[in-house]
């Protein structure tokens, strides 16, 4: 499994980005996240039971990551397709604002190093800088969903540059070394 430090895999990965006639596919790349942090989280796959929760909550807090220029990526290996029908068909995804990426050929999973035994994506976030680096990396069990206000106060103690204590908070005093 890639670590903190290491560079952020390649990849170029169809997506759901809508559910607008037309306008629902698009080639998603590093090159989109050029200069601005990014989320990676990673799913077993689309019609489950606790994934949609994650995702939903993702998609709620969207406007949180966006304001700390952060973009949010929801991968499973579930084709575009199988995302679109699932978007379609489940209320809480209808309007998510970020791509659904669509691992088909199990790449990007495989190069972050968090593909399960049975074949899916472990329950996996990464925070990225805009360089490229890994900065975070939390993984579930996957009968666990994961807490996105954790994400969150991870990415602004990282957006600090600064010592941030535990349970540190936004806003809050970070340490400083005497």
Not at 110 to 138: K, N, W, Y
Not at 170 to 178: D, H, I, S
């Amino acid at each position: 499994m890639l670590t903190i430090g290491q560079h952020a895999p390649q990849f170029s990965l169809e997506s759901v980005v809508s559910l607008e006639k037309g306008k629902e596919f698009k080639r998603i790349s590093n090159a989109d996240l050029k200069d601005q942090w990014a989320v990676f989280f990673f799913w077993p796959m689309d019609f489950t039971f606790i994934c949609p929760t994650e995702i939903a909550e993702f998609g709620k807090r969207y406007a949180d990551f966006r304001d700390r220029d952060a973009e949010v990526l929801g991968i499973s290996t579930d084709t575009h397709f199988v995302h679109l029908a699932w978007r379609n068909n489940h209320p809480d995804l209808k309007n998510l604002p970020f791509p659904m990426v669509a691992d088909t050929k199990k790449e990007l999973s495989q190069a972050f190093g968090i593909l399960h035994e049975d074949g899916v994506p472990l329950r996996a976030t990464f925070i990225v800088d805009p360089q490229g680096i890994i900065r975070f990396v939390s993984v579930n069990d996957l009968s666990v969903g994961r807490n996105v206000d954790e994400v969150l106060r991870v990415l602004d103690a990282l957006q600090t540059d600064e010592l941030c204590p535990c349970n540190w908070k936004k806003g809050e005093p970070t340490l400083e070394v005497a």
